[in-house]
């Protein structure tokens, strides 16, 4: 909504200081849900905004995007050019962290009707003597409003009757006087619509590789609960692999109450750990660490070490209580009560969750439960963290979420929070609109060509990448999916390979992933056997088979290469085979440019035809390229949209081919000239 | 942006009131730029009102639709149906003319939450002990906060462990306590939505037969000027043939000064009577009336017979004037003035249009003017006026409009403006988005199949026609198109046909087009020689090709058929040639259906196959169906969705068939069973 269109939704009073108006601007774009919402952007990523602007009558329409940081003093302005049809656009690059701002404002410009006029009325061979007068009194109208020497010196040119006619249109048309006169506009005659807003985050929030791991399974020695001391040993293990992220799940305090045993047991046996998302011990809240593991010192030591190695540790955020949490004392008002008097625990009907306790966010002291949660994570930022990856979201008001995030970017904007909510669309959405960077999504799930190209094509077309940016995960600690129980080695290569070129972020949960962990607690199920949720794990990290290298290979491939450190240019190309699927990644300038195509079959060898959609790829039909697999470093030469690829999976899951475009041919030698 | 969540905008400080709402409102439609502008309806349309609502984590989640008419006390609520996906829909239709006014509320239900979970630990066979107490301490609550007795009777028998389980679970369930319930939602829990608005409006904005004509030519005596006594005398005429909208261009006193000649000379002959929109003279100004047609009494009762007839006469609105009107010299300041100290004539450079002044919608005394200009239309609404034509809207701000025709209908709610604006798409739009109750449209111009189908699909089914309701004219005044200039007879029935059935709202300016006027001006031109906007003409109604009794069948099968009297119904046809046109439209309980084939051909046969869409037309594949040409009276007995059509020009452009369902077989007779 314009601002100067709100102020007439009194009708029958004549709004004030706002009838002159004639431009209207519409639709601006890109917004979400009207502007209640920011878009997001990573700093220097670039903002392209359209409107339809337009006026009554015939008059020029002169349309500005005005943009600022939160920090700035003023607005930035920009000429937005003209797509025909009433469309506009022009686009910036937001500079900083934070929130940006940005709008439009347009206005029906006298000075430019008058020149575009000015050379119809010349053509059609009419008298101009009272158009010199009309542009001479515009333009000193604007020198005296503005002040400008120049300008009065163009007025006093324009009166100039005895200049020849030509010299007189070249004056007028020059394009310094129409900058000036387009620096001054009459504030009456100005539409402006609402602003609307970008969160800038850091370029990790685009373009990030995780990697989960339970800092308790780190130990060397069998049976021996792992520590911080193992885990900063195993930093380079992580880094060398290429990864950026390193997500910890729950490092506080566990309960001793109603504790899970392993394999989800609903009695926990002498020596069982118990699930670190049953936080709060006598030990401490979430504000403490888990005396096992260490101390706060030993762990501001692995956020550093790891920021030495390219590694950011990253938290989880899971707001939830064991019984034995301090909260539950200290703050029994912030859970519910039921009739006999005890606290409810978590359930989900006929499903019950004795070892946690929700927080009552329709609680009365809601106001001091949200300022303390904003605490846990202020803490935590105290120590180092900069990435939190939040537990079950959806399972918390969206308000609260919204106030969360947003408090804490006003002073740490590079924070980033991942959503955990594997649940319906909108739930998932609307967490992504009030403020996480990135989200998990239902690439875990999505295993055939026809629901890759849909998922995919949605996550990376639809307007909600304005606002969700997807992070794909091939497996959680909670999600052994059937596409990799069955699979074996060349399926765990497939999906980590998807995973990481279909998502600029991504993330695996190891080492069970590079170890090829496969088994199931039961058939049909898609939990771990014996889950490190539940218990301690000793993992050879050496094993011959795994897919430790190969990690490292697509990391290494996903650093050099720019056109997979963003998700917007997916495009899907045709295949013939529904085994193999063919897609492309690009970035804007076309300079880097990276074509995968996937044999989704695991189990035998795939051969078809793919056509590529060449226009989108930048490739001249006529003339071959070259296509180098940066997987198996082999190189074919390719012509045209259609071309043959056989993939056997012995040899790997996928061609990642990088596109290297005929450059020169005999007609760039000199003698052939 | 609903109105809980802007209250958030301020995120460093807790939200007073409304930390506790779970539930979040997205996405409510219908709705014209987020609520900028309203939705349009007629008395007792109904309103299909839809959005997505859901809460964070398992909690069931009740949505209302709230809904009031602007002199209504309170809002009457509506559950809304959930239709999967978190989508809810409910429907309301506006009851009296004005602006009505629609939301959505939601909030977490306990207690239907309650009940949900109490089904499910009943199956999974748990006890049912705590949940009695709590199920009953939310009755308990309510029942004290709402004072109703009745539901702290179902408290206290909710608490009776003597019962027999099953007697206690059916009163869980019972329906009237969930509505009790329901009744009084606790507001601290409450989402609402910002408030939609909707026109509502008289039945004849959806649904008209306009006649324009000009009354200067309604004389019988060849060379008189006519007069109102002459068109009193034509109402009949116009009434006959079904019309119930009789538009009167300009009858206002002429300008002399710059007057245009015959067939638009620059100089008018002695005698030349001038463009009636070159509006004003000695004799006065827009709120005169031309002293040649007669007085405001003799308006008055063409106004009162023409009613009695069933005819609503329509005035034109054209805010411009003659050199010569009042205005000029008693409100110069209305004018733009050019540096010669001449008032600035019309142009749109390098066309000049000396007999028009333009008013000066940037004039400094723009309050003045706009409050005269609403006096003009005031004026006439006074003499019994209720349905004004609008000339050229697109010349003057679209803010002025919407504050006219707000003001107006806030006093005079069945008043109809129909925009004559023939520009870009955006522009047409958004003066229908500021009020306009009808709109000019492009089908003067679109012949081919390809052009009809995709426009007349985009004014039916695009989001444009909650507020854009098309008025489909084959001809107007200015516009004599080419495709009634070699057409025939036959072209000038086609072209009211498809006019006449596609849009519920259409017009023909005549006696121009029923006596079949088509010859232009010159070459590749649309206008018309010898044109009524600058001479008077004499018609001789009665002549054998006149196509009056046409005129007249059309129009009574459009009254007798609901069908036609609505447009959102249109659905295209598949046929397997292209100058055969099939489209159907259905009324929404799908008791009346009409199905008109068209051959856009007028000069040859053309048979072909077409295909129904089956489905749409309520029509079992495996039932004969019989087709009823309301034209031809033949009757053809169909079967399946593909139907062999041929059709001869010189038997009529067009078949209109009402579809009869098989209503009655064998099986319906008593014997059979």
């Known amino acids: 909504m314009s601002v100067e269109a709100r102020k007439l939704q009194a009708p029958d009073r004549v709004p004030a200081g706002t009838g002159r108006v004639r431009a209207v601007i519409e639709n601006v774009r ?6 209640r919402f920011p878009i997001k952007r990573i700093v220097g990523e670039a903002v392209r905004v359209t409107a339809e602007v337009f006026a009554d009558g015939h008059d020029c329409v002169v349309v500005q995007l005005l943009h600022r940081h939160d920090g700035d003093s003023r607005w930035h302005a920009a000429f937005m050019q003209g797509l025909g049809n009433d469309r506009w656009q022009a686009t910036f690059a937001p500079a900083a962290l934070g929130i940006a701002r940005y709008r439009v404002r347009a206005w029906v410009d006298h000075f430019m009707t008058w020149r575009r006029d000015l050379q119809k009325r010349h053509a059609a061979g009419q008298d101009l003597g009272v158009e010199w007068l009309r542009g001479a009194a515009l333009v000193e109208a604007a020198a005296r409003h503005s002040g400008s020497a120049r300008l009065a010196a163009f007025a006093a040119r324009l009166c100039d009757a005895g200049a020849p006619t030509e010299k007189r249109l070249e004056l007028a048309a020059h394009p310094a006087l129409a900058a000036l006169m387009q620096t001054h506009p009459d504030p009456a005659l100005v539409a402006l619509s609402d602003s609307l807003e970008v969160m800038v985050e850091s370029p990790r929030a685009r373009f990030s590789a995780w990697y989960e ?34 997500y910890l799940p729950p490092i506080h305090p566990i309960g001793i109450t109603a504790r899970k045993g392993r394999n989800n047991r609903v009695q926990a046996a002498p020596g069982d750990p118990g699930s670190p998302w049953a936080i709060g011990s006598a030990a401490g809240g979430h504000k403490a660490v888990h005396p096992e593991l260490g101390t706060l010192e030993d762990l501001r030591a692995i956020v550093s070490d790891a920021r030495a190695l390219g590694l950011e540790v990253a938290l989880d955020i899971a707001f939830q209580c064991s019984p034995d949490h301090p909260y539950v004392h200290e703050h029994p008002e912030w859970f519910r009560k039921r009739p006999d008097g005890s606290i409810q625990y978590a359930e989900n009907p006929p499903k019950t969750y004795q070892d946690i306790y929700p927080f009552d966010f329709e609680s009365e002291a809601w106001p001091a439960l949200w300022d303390e949660l ?12 900069r990435i ?36 319906r669309p909108n739930v998932m959405r609307r967490l992504a609109k009030t403020g996480f960077s990135q989200s998990y999504t239902y690439f875990t799930w999505r295993t055939t060509k026809h629901e890759l190209v849909e998922y995919l094509t949605e996550l990376a077309q639809h307007d909600s990448r304005e606002y969700f940016r997807p992070n794909l995960w091939p497996n959680t600690p909670d999600i052994l999916p059937e596409n990799l129980q069955f699979t074996g080695r060349t399926g765990f290569m497939l999906r980590v390979t998807l995973a990481a070129t279909l998502g600029a972020n991504y993330g695996i949960y190891g080492p069970a992933f590079e170890l090829l962990e496969d088994r199931a607690r039961e058939p049909g199920s898609e939990e771990y056997l014996d889950s490190e949720k539940y218990q301690q794990r000793t993992w050879d990290l050496d094993r011959a088979d795994s897919l430790r290298a190969y990690l490292a290979h697509l990391n290494r491939i996903r650093r050099e290469h720019p056109a997979l450190q963003a998700d917007w240019s997916l495009h899907f190309h045709a295949s013939d085979n529904d085994a193999l699927l063919c897609y492309s990644k690009c970035t804007t300038a076309g300079d880097d440019c990276v074509l ?11 051969s078809g035809w793919v056509t590529l959609d060449l226009d989108r790829l930048g490739i001249d039909a006529a003339q071959p390229f070259q296509v180098h697999d ?22 790997g899951p996928a061609h990642l081919f990088l596109l290297r475009r005929q450059r020169r041919s005999e007609h760039d030698f000199d003698y052939f000239l």
């Not at 904003?374 to 963290?385: A, D, S, Y």
């Not at 804490?408 to 594997?422: G, R, T, Y």
């Not at 940066?630 to 040899?651: C, I």
Request: glycine share 6%; with cysteine; aromatic share 14%.
């Open 374 to 385: 904003l605490e846990v994570v202020r803490f935590w930022i105290g120590q180092g963290i």
């Open 30 to 35: 890109p917004q979400v849900d009207g502007g």
């Open 596 to 606: 995968c195509v996937a044999n989704l079959d695991v189990h035998h060898s795939q």
């Open 388 to 423: 939190f990856r939040v537990d079950n979201p959806h399972t918390k008001p969206f308000h609260f979420w919204e106030w969360l995030i947003r408090t804490i970017k006003q002073q740490h904007p590079d924070v980033i929070f991942l959503s955990e909510a594997f649940t």
């Open 213 to 246: 791991l339970f800092p308790r399974s780190t130990s060397p020695d069998p049976g021996r609960h792992g520590t911080f001391a193992d885990l900063r040993t195993r930093l380079s293990y992580v880094a060398d692999m290429g990864f950026d992220v390193l």
């Open 630 to 651: 940066l997987l198996s470093s082999a190189r074919f030469l390719w012509r045209g949209a259609r071309n043959f690829v056989v993939l056997d999976p012995s040899q």
